[in-house]
Structures are given as C-alpha cells and as structure tokens.
C-alpha cells in the first residue's frame, strides 16, 4: 500500500448503528486529519493529530470520536447519526514540524469514505 | 479570519482551449496558496502552491497560478485543456506563520471543470 489508505470506501448505516471509518498513512507523516465534504457546501476540517495529539476539534457533535493510536493510523467512530451526516469523509496526512510552527507541506488525502445514514 | 472564494461553481469548455479557474481570498495575516484537483471518487490530489518567491508558480499537468497580492486573487490557468482535466477544483489558504498550524486548510467551495470533446 502506498499513500493514505481508507477504509471503508462506503459505507450505509442506520442511525442506531456503531460503525468506525479507518485512516492508513504509508508516508511516515506525523499528523493526520479528518474532514467532511458535503454537496454544495466547503470541505470541512473536523479533526486535527499532530504527534498523535489532538490539536484541533472544530465544533464537531460528540457522535463523532476520533482515535489515533499512533501516528500512521487514524479513526472515525460513529454511533447515532442524523441523515445530514451523510457526506465523504476523507483523511489527510502532512509532515509537519514540531513546537507548533507551521511547516507549509502539502496534505496527502485518502479516497474517502461515502458515508450514507439511514 | 480567511475566507476562500471561488467565483465560479462550473466552468464547461471544449477542449483545447484556455481555461481560467478564478479564487480569491480575504487574510489579515500572510497566507500561503494551494490549488487541489478531485477526481471522480477521488480524494484531493495537490495541483501547485505558492508559500514565497515567484508569484507565478507551475503545477502538474501542466497547470499555473498567479499570486497578486494587490488583488488577493490566485487564479488557475492552463493554455489547453484535455477531455482527463475534467474534475473538480478547489482552493485553499493556510494561515501565515503567525497564525494557527498547518492543519487550517480553508478551501473554497470548489469549481467543476467539464471538457468537452
């Protein structure tokens, strides 16, 4: 595998269900995002790890909960969503650098996951 | 705060033609400029971007952008376009260095670029 992987590429779910949406970065990168893009609306920053911390939560809902258990993986736990929800979750990886000085690198995104609720 | 916008949401055109996709933005701090390309099911692919330097700044696939300052724009231009331009364009800014991390990606809505045979 090479890049930024994601798992599922789709996924349908009713609103009562738990499911988890899976980030790979094959890059060596030290902090990974999520984001959200709706139809007809901008991409969305959700959730920033830097150095697997979590550095950024842009008013997410709580029906949201990232996970990063180290620095080449990144989830997205989902348990009683709306319709609305329904969007493509695409992850992001960049290297960036440390003591919080922005290092300008390019993000490298992931497929996406097309997220359907019920 | 920064804002993107991106003036056109589609711009169709035949191929072989010049095409300009226009982004403007509004910073109070310096920003440094990115142009993405979606694909169809896709993620977002990075065309060109401009952090210092040359205000003219060439891309893959035969891509430019200008950065005019005086006029807060970065339009994206290409002097002849091929049917496999066809995608989705978008536009980003991130904070200078006095500002948040590189996680503030603010993207404009995005244009949809369709080449036509």
């Known amino acids: 595998e090479t890049g930024v992987t994601q798992t599922p590429r789709h996924l349908v779910m009713g609103m009562t269900n738990k499911k988890s949406l899976k980030c790979e970065q094959h890059?060596?990168?030290?902090?990974m995002y999520w984001y959200k893009q709706s139809a007809k609306k901008p991409l969305e920053l959700m959730f920033v790890?830097?150095?697997?911390?979590?550095?950024e939560n842009n008013s997410v809902p709580s029906r949201f909960s990232p996970e990063c258990p180290n620095s080449s993986h990144l989830f997205l736990h989902l348990h009683t969503l709306q319709p609305e929800d329904s969007a493509l979750y695409l992850c992001?990886?960049?290297?960036?650098?440390?003591?919080?000085?922005?290092?300008?690198?390019?993000?490298?995104f992931g497929p996406g996951t097309r997220l359907t609720v019920l | 705060a920064q804002s993107v916008t991106q003036l056109d949401s589609q711009v169709p055109v035949f191929e072989e033609a010049p095409v300009e996709l226009r982004c403007n933005y509004s910073?109070?701090?310096?920003?440094?400029l990115f142009w993405y390309v979606q694909y169809p099911n896709q993620g977002l692919q990075l065309l060109l971007k401009?952090?210092?330097?040359?205000?003219l700044v060439k891309g893959i696939n035969g891509f430019e952008a200008e950065f005019n300052k005086s006029q807060t724009s970065f339009h994206l231009r290409k002097p002849s376009v091929h049917i496999s331009d066809t995608a989705e364009y978008f536009c980003?800014?991130?904070?200078?260095?006095?500002?948040?991390?590189?996680?503030?990606?603010?993207f404009g809505k995005g244009t949809k670029l369709s080449v036509k045979p």
């Open positions: 910073s109070s701090v310096s920003v440094y």
């Open positions: 401009y952090l210092s330097g040359s205000t």
């Open positions: 980003a800014v991130s904070v200078g260095e006095y500002g948040g991390s590189q996680g503030n990606l603010i």
């Open positions: 790890y830097n150095f697997k911390e979590q550095t």
């Open positions: 890059l060596g990168h030290n902090a």
């Open positions: 992001a990886s960049s290297q960036d650098s440390a003591g919080g000085y922005p290092s300008y690198n390019e993000q490298f």
